[in-house]
């Protein structure tokens, strides 16, 4: 399924929510979820978009440079509105948009007056001040309304496209944290694992967002960047690692031991994977996210880290990496078929060390999908 007939469906679908008859916003997730097109240039350099989306189409504001690339994904399926100057040299009206405005606000005005009637209610998901006075100046007309819980209503459940995508993103990372763990070793170093992780996402067409590999008593920090220290016999080497697939996102995490693990840690392991356990046990439509907390944190606890404490135990996963809704206490939201939810159960401590399991799992009719399907086990890796 190509990024704008994804896109289309999640338009569809957010629509589905709401009786407004548009959607403007500036959040580059959103924009990408509305018409499928996220911008490199965003990610190096944030500067000005918003996309206007309607029911059957959408519009993008973007700058002259991103017009091309924006082009070829989103097709005939969203109007490309360009400002300031870039130089590409060759045929300027092979990009078939209106003629670049000078700035931002130019463009915003025009797109807005030429997509959009006179009248109507249009849901606002709007970040910067200026850009809302822009919006509200030109609909003066609309009634406007927030869009925020259409918006994470639309992108909790997944459609069958996303989860495709999602799927494909976590087995990739899984294979690539498989990879770089077969070179676990005395003498490697944390940055030649990190660097097979990341050779084996980009190579699967992923960007690394994060890929934490810590060993030692550096295991221990949270999200922290591989170093040079290189891995010592009995070491624990805990890595965590997410990318992103065609703007969908993974996350997952493994532990290993470089020889046969000291018995504390095999304890408090086993007393970690007791707590995901009870969480996948929970993972059904109707269960609340703080029934699944709760019963991870006392089986930690009881399996041997009886002062275990968490803020959360997993959370959700699509186009970002952290989602609605959070596996959290208190939080009485209950699951429903086609959530993906990335359910975790870490521990650090300094002076020792840190090891964690986190997998990914799509909640189905009658229990779950875990699409991490590599073992959750503690893997002991024998030493050369």
Request: charged share 25%.
């Amino acid at each position: 399924m190509t990024a704008d007939t994804l896109a289309g469906a999640c338009r569809e679908r957010a629509f589905s929510f709401t009786d407004a008859d548009a959607i403007v916003t500036d959040n580059p997730d959103h924009i990408g979820y509305l018409c499928g097109y996220r911008s490199i240039l965003h990610d190096m350099a944030p500067y000005r978009q918003l996309l206007v989306a309607t029911r059957g189409r959408s519009a993008l504001v973007t700058g002259a440079s991103d017009a091309g690339a924006a082009q070829e994904v989103v097709g005939e399926s969203c109007r490309i509105w360009r400002y300031g100057t870039f130089f590409v040299y060759g045929d300027e009206d092979s990009v078939a948009t209106p003629p670049a405005h000078a700035d931002f606000g130019d463009a915003v005005l025009a797109a807005l007056e030429s997509e959009l009637p006179d009248k109507g209610s249009i849901l606002i998901d709007l970040d910067r001040a200026d850009t809302m006075a822009i919006v509200a100046q030109t609909l003066s007309n609309w009634r406007r309304l927030p869009a925020a819980s259409v918006l994470a209503r639309s992108r909790a459940v997944k459609l069958s496209g996303e989860l495709d995508r999602l799927r494909h993103a976590s087995r990739a990372t899984d294979a690539a944290i498989a990879s770089a763990s077969r070179m676990i070793r005395p003498g490697v170093t944390e940055l030649e694992l990190a660097a097979e992780i990341s050779r084996m996402i980009v190579g699967e067409g992923g960007v690394p967002r994060f890929v934490v590999v810590t060993s030692g008593e550096r295991s221990s920090l949270v999200d922290a960047f591989a170093t040079e220290r290189r891995i010592e016999q009995g070491d624990i080497v805990r890595i965590d690692v997410g990318g992103r697939f065609s703007g969908y996102h993974s996350d997952m995490a493994r532990s290993f031991c470089c020889g046969e693990p000291e018995p504390l840690a095999e304890q408090r392991y086993d007393a970690l994977l007791d707590g995901e356990q009870a969480e996948l046990n929970l993972i059904r439509p109707g269960a609340s996210a703080h029934d699944i907390f709760e019963a991870a944190v006392a089986a930690v606890r009881k399996g041997g880290i009886p002062d275990y404490r968490r803020n959360h135990c997993g959370h959700g996963i699509g186009i970002a990496s952290h989602e609605f809704p959070y596996i959290a206490s208190g939080n009485e939201t209950e699951l429903e078929a086609g959530m993906a939810l990335c359910l975790e159960t870490p521990y650090y401590e300094r002076g020792w060390g840190g090891m964690m399991v986190e997998d990914t799992v799509i909640v189905t009719n009658d229990g779950y999908e875990r699409i991490t399907p590599s073992s959750r086990a503690l893997r002991q890796i024998a030493s050369v």
